[in-house]
């Protein structure tokens, strides 16, 4: 499928992939698209980001390429590796056979056959359907020696390989860089990118997120369950639940046949909108009960 040609068709493609895009994210991954940019999200954790690059890819109908950062991550685990095993069955299998030239068999033993493609080498390669979506996920947890190397990376559109020498990619990839901000990325990369931070949704928008990833969830049920969900994120949390919470929790809920919310419901499921702990033992008792009847007494009718 070729590039939509309006933010208006981005933003219809994204939701025929049950991704519920708002007009500035939509407006930036159109430009992203049609300047051949990198794209630069940046947000909380579990507000959307990756599921992005996922809807865009099935969209377009290309290949999602997946770099899952963390810390440690250096461009030899990035882009490729030698098949090492199999190198030494093909030199004991040489030496086997007898009368071998070393410089032959060096020359055999540094191709393609013995290549392992890692996630940026395979971006480079030509795909079918078109330039595939290079996922750059969470880049904040690596270091800053690699974001000088993928920085320049992403400048060209090409890695070397020391025994193979410069791999161009005939169609640059389309590309998307999340981060959680769980630290700064260097100005250098971000100019390099289109930038946007991906909010919490409104309450409306959170609605109608829900209805598209749950929709067998009743009206009052969602209601009740992100008016919940997004007055937890006004408390003083450890880790704050995102758009991805509130729909697992939705979905524990439908498993659980619950119509309504209860304190007792809350009190047994908050593991689906919680991660820490601390911050479950803050929902315990009387706490959720008191947090419940204010989301209740918002939603009555004015």
């Known amino acids: 499928m070729g590039v939509p040609g309006s933010i208006d068709a981005v933003q219809e493609m994204l939701g025929s992939e049950g991704y519920v895009c708002g007009r500035p994210l939509g407006t930036v991954v159109f430009l992203a698209l049609t300047l051949g940019r990198p794209l630069f999200l940046e947000g909380e954790a579990g507000v959307g980001k ?50 071998v030239d070393r410089g032959d068999l060096k020359d055999e033993l540094f191709t393609d056959e013995f290549l392992i493609e890692r996630p940026l080498l395979e971006a480079m390669r030509p795909q079918p359907g078109g330039a595939p979506v290079l996922l750059i996920d969470e880049l904040d947890r690596t270091d800053e020696p690699f974001e000088a190397f993928l920085l320049e990376a992403l400048s060209d559109f090409q890695v070397t390989i020391p025994e193979l020498g410069t791999i161009a990619a005939p169609e640059p990839p ?69 758009v991805a919470e509130t729909i697992d929790w939705a979905k524990c ?22 991660k820490y702990q601390d911050d479950i033992q803050k929902l315990q008792g009387s706490e959720a009960k008191r947090i419940l009847e204010e989301v209740r007494a918002s939603l009555e009718p004015a």
């Not at 290309?62 to 095993?85: H, K, M, P, T």
């Not at 998307?176 to 260097?186: A, D, G, K, L």
């Not at 930038?195 to 749950?214: C, G, K, M, N, Q």
Request: hydrophobic letters at 45%; a negative charge; proline letters at 3%.
């Open 50 to 99: 990756t599921e992005i690059a996922k809807a865009l890819a099935s969209g377009l109908g290309r290949r999602l390429i997946r770099l899952q950062c963390y810390e440690g991550l250096d461009a030899a685990s990035a882009v490729y590796e030698w098949n090492f095993a199999e190198q030494m069955i093909a030199i004991r299998t040489a030496e086997a056979s007898g009368g």
């Open 253 to 274: 809920l439908l498993a659980l046949d619950v119509i309504n919310l209860s304190p007792e419901v809350i009190a047994d499921t908050l593991g689906a909108i919680l």
């Open 174 to 242: 389309i590309v998307i860089v999340t981060s959680n901000r769980t630290r700064e990325v260097h100005d250098a990369l971000k100019r390099r990118c289109l930038y946007h931070w991906v909010d919490y949704p409104s309450f409306e928008r959170e609605i109608e997120i829900l209805h598209t990833r749950a929709p067998e969830a009743a009206e009052h049920l969602s209601r009740e369950v992100v008016a919940f969900v997004q007055r937890l994120r006004t408390e003083d949390l450890f880790k704050k639940p995102g």
